[in-house]
């Protein structure tokens, strides 16, 4: 499972403030951050944390009975 981490910041003293917390969690294993595309960039707002993801899946086939 992946997260981001994020840390608190102190515009006027121009320091980070506290200890880093775990700012989001990816639930679903489809999930991810793209490899094909060559830099992913976030955007970032006072209340959001916006990133390039992309849905992955694939399957697993079981074949039985092959030496018949």
Do not use: C, H, K
């Not at 917390?21 to 294993?29: L, M, S, V």
């Amino acid at each position: 499972m992946a997260y981001a981490m994020g840390i608190r910041f102190d515009s006027t003293a121009g320091q980070p403030v506290g200890e880093a917390f775990r700012a989001t969690e990816f639930n679903n294993p489809s999930l991810m951050i793209p490899d094909q595309i060559p830099f992913v960039e976030i955007s970032l707002t006072q209340n959001e944390l916006v990133l390039t993801m992309e849905e992955r899946s694939g399957s697993v086939w079981v074949l039985d009975n092959v030496d018949r």
